[in-house]
């Protein structure tokens, strides 16, 4: 993030009116085993198939694991696993736009359909608010 906002600056623009985006895949269901059970085959079988052709080792349920975990790269769980997660990518990498490609193809339509309005109508309000309430609690402190 130092380097990305050094070489704005450096190229005339404001490192504070920087916009800092996450493209991150996933999958947000009613529960966290929910999203688990639904996301990990059709993520597994596309893993090892890219695997196969780059000569990584098998993926397997501990890979999948190790990448949802807080820090790890997969959004995966309940909304409030979700939101989370980027709330801590936010603090911690300071991003401003976050985006969560879900399955296309490899998972039924309304399995899909169903995660986007989890994302829209119960992830984004969370994180929004966290947002709001440390980005006031900041202010207040200057």
Same mark, same amino acid.
């Given at each position: 993030? @130092?380097?990305?906002?050094?070489? !704005?600056? @450096?190229?005339g623009h404001d490192p504070a009116k920087l916009t800092v985006a996450s493209?991150?895949?996933? *999958?947000? !269901?009613?529960?966290?085993?929910?999203?688990? #059970?639904? *996301?990990?085959?059709?993520?597994?079988?596309?893993?090892?198939?890219?695997?196969?052709?780059?000569?990584?080792?098998?993926?397997?349920?501990?890979? *999948?694991?190790?990448?949802?975990?807080? #820090?790890?790269?997969?959004?995966?769980g309940d909304a409030e696993t979700v939101a989370e997660k980027i709330i801590?990518?936010?603090?911690?990498?300071?991003?401003?736009?976050?985006?969560?490609?879900?399955?296309?193809?490899?998972?039924?339509?309304?399995?899909?359909? @169903?995660?986007?309005?989890?994302?829209?109508?119960?992830?984004?309000?969370?994180?929004?608010? #966290?947002?709001?309430?440390?980005?006031? #609690?900041?202010?207040?402190?200057?």
């Amino acid at each position: 993030m @130092k380097l990305y906002k050094r070489a !704005a600056e @450096k190229n005339g623009h404001d490192p504070a009116k920087l916009t800092v985006a996450s493209h991150s895949h996933g *999958f947000v !269901a009613e529960s966290t085993d929910i999203a688990v #059970e639904k *996301f990990f085959p059709p993520t597994q079988q596309a893993m090892n198939v890219l695997g196969r052709e780059r000569g990584w080792g098998a993926y397997t349920r501990a890979s *999948f694991d190790q990448a949802r975990s807080l #820090e790890g790269a997969l959004y995966v769980g309940d909304a409030e696993t979700v939101a989370e997660k980027i709330i801590f990518l936010r603090k911690n990498v300071g991003i401003t736009r976050f985006m969560l490609h879900v399955p296309v193809g490899s998972m039924p339509h309304e399995d899909v359909m @169903k995660a986007i309005e989890l994302l829209g109508k119960e992830v984004a309000p969370i994180v929004r608010a #966290e947002v709001d309430k440390w980005e006031s #609690e900041e202010q207040a402190d200057l």
